[in-house]
């Protein structure tokens, strides 16, 4: 089994998960992609920037990391998404592992300068989403039964002015005692992103907030639970043991969310390209893609919620060393691609 662990974990080096595009009061905007942004640079964008990753990306595992407040050197954005309190936000991931189980959090954190780092901003959560007992799943399954995406509600009380919305998966498939090899063992895998948001409206509420890293610790309850998974036949202890589970962090801010008052907000920029330019910046993208997508689809096929076949997951994990060799071997074949498009693009 310890084989197989890591086999596993091999192959989900390459199923790794981030936002493909994020909808905000009506308007939606191109994330940060970490997988060509940072080689087409200057970009224009409303999530902070950070380091390229290659053709994944990478989680954060270690709670004390500067970069779990927003990735790896986060920058302070060129744009900001306005929205009015109370208004919606949807999050549009790429394909997401289903056996990643663990859950989908959003915090906000008001930030008054451009110089304030990130790891200095107080964070309060406005969403979560553990295991719900009546669907029988856990937060990244149901995104993934809904087009890889989850929403949320802006409070409607708090106080204008610039915000940095923090969401995430965490997945702690490290946890499964089917899944732990001596070196993995317990490994949990956070996806944040972090998007500024110039958020308008009548409220006056300043929620008490925490600080990333800071606010998960090593041994919190809602990062050591082990997601129940099989490889026999007997699944029915899974949905009762998974309904224990608390997702970490601070309570969810206990505001209001009402309805947003005024019309939709109109954005000046929304760091989408011109039809052509966004027609070339897609078609990269897909090609980046295309690796991961194959290997999450197949793990996705052989891991039915709570049971997996030991011989399919080996073959997973030999197929994600596959991935990983093709996915390198993209990025140098689109080297020039991308150089065009930088040229083409003009740094927008």
């Given amino acids: ?32 992609d970490s997988r060509i942004d940072p080689l087409i640079r200057p970009v224009r964008r409303i999530e902070w920037s950070h380091d390229a990753m290659g053709a994944t990306f990478n989680p954060i595992t270690n709670f ?8 790896e050197n986060g920058k302070y954005p060129a744009l900001k998404a306005p929205a009015r309190a109370g208004a919606e936000v949807a999050t549009y991931w790429t394909p997401i592992t289903r056996m990643h189980n ?35 799943r856990w937060a990244n399954e149901d995104a993934s039964d809904h087009y890889d995406s989850f929403s949320f509600k802006l409070p409607s009380d708090i106080k204008a002015g610039t915000y940095i919305l923090r969401t995430e998966l965490i997945a702690m498939h490290g946890n499964m005692k089917e899944l732990k090899s001596n070196g993995l063992r317990g490994q949990i895998q956070i996806y944040p992103h972090c998007f500024n948001l110039e958020i308008t409206g009548s409220g006056t509420a300043t929620p008490e907030g925490v600080n990333f890293p800071g606010a998960y ?57 011109s039809p052509e330019l966004e027609t070339t910046y897609q078609d990269l993208i897909r090609k980046i893609e295309r690796p991961a997508l194959k290997l999450a689809t197949y793990i996705n096929t052989v891991w039915p919620h709570y ?10 994990g030999k197929m994600g060393a596959v991935a990983g060799k093709e996915g390198k071997e993209v990025m140098a074949g689109l080297k020039a691609d991308i150089a065009a498009f930088k040229e083409a693009a003009g740094g927008k």
Avoid: W
């Fill in 307 to 316: 049971h997996a076949d030991a011989d399919q997951m080996k073959a997973y």
């Fill in 102 to 136: 663990g859950p989908a959090l959003a915090y906000l954190g008001r930030i008054d300068s451009p110089e304030t780092k990130p790891q200095d901003v107080k964070f309060f959560k406005i969403y979560e989403y553990g295991f719900n007992k009546e669907k029988d």
């Fill in 64 to 71: 004390s990391d500067p970069s779990l407040a927003c990735r």
């Fill in 217 to 273: 610790k090593v041994d919190d309850a809602g990062l050591t639970f082990p997601p129940f998974a099989t490889y026999g036949n007997d699944t029915s202890p899974g949905n009762e043991h998974n309904s224990k589970y608390v997702p970490p962090g601070p309570p969810k801010y206990n505001g209001k969310y009402d309805a947003p008052v005024g019309p939709l907000p109109v954005p000046t920029e929304t760091g989408i390209y």
């Fill in 1 to 32: 089994m310890a084989i197989l662990s890591v086999l596993l974990f091999a192959g989900a080096a390459v199923a790794h998960t981030g936002i493909r595009h994020i909808l905000i009061d009506g308007n939606i905007y191109h994330p940060y």
